[in-house]
């Protein structure tokens, strides 16, 4: 042996298995996976409930959108979407209407049927829970009648 030659052995590499590698690889990458899963659906729950309860408390605009979609697929031009506006404008007035004097005291009787028949069911410190949920929610899902008929002004 010379002099010259480094004798001392190189350092050893730590020996991994190539299955637990791609073992941890994968439960790592599932693991994202389902986070993007959980954030994405909340996000979306979260966003369908924002939309739908704007829709519900503002019906009064529902008719701007539909407009703007029929603009866009129908290629419409300014005096057409003026009077498809005037129109559907027209139309959601006598809808409004029509739900505020007709349908919205029949659905309010069956709700309020609901809530007390559930009530009897439930003791005194449940029926008050109940009724304050169900009046939460009640709340924040039935629109409000429109401006001409009393209901809140503005946006």
């Not at 299955?19 to 959980?38: D, N, Y």
């Not at 009077?83 to 209407?97: G, P, Y």
Request: charged share 25%.
């Amino acid at each position: 042996m010379s002099l010259d030659q480094d004798t001392t052995p190189a350092p050893l590499r730590p020996v991994t298995d190539p299955k637990r590698t791609r073992r941890s690889a994968g439960v790592l990458g599932l693991v994202i996976f389902l986070c993007g899963v959980l954030v994405g659906g909340g996000a979306s729950v979260i966003a369908f409930d924002l939309m739908m309860t704007y829709r519900f408390r503002h019906p009064e605009r529902a008719y701007l959108q539909i407009v703007k979609e029929l603009e866009g697929a129908l290629h419409l031009t300014p005096e057409q979407v003026a009077a498809v506006t005037a129109v559907f404008k027209s139309r959601n007035m006598a809808l409004q209407e029509m739900f505020v004097k007709e349908v919205r005291p029949r659905l309010d009787a069956q709700f309020d049927a609901l809530r007390d028949e559930v009530a009897t069911i439930l003791n005194p410190e449940q029926a008050e829970q109940w009724k304050a949920e169900f009046e939460k929610v009640r709340h924040k899902f039935r629109p409000p009648p429109p401006p001409e008929m009393g209901g809140p002004h503005g946006p």
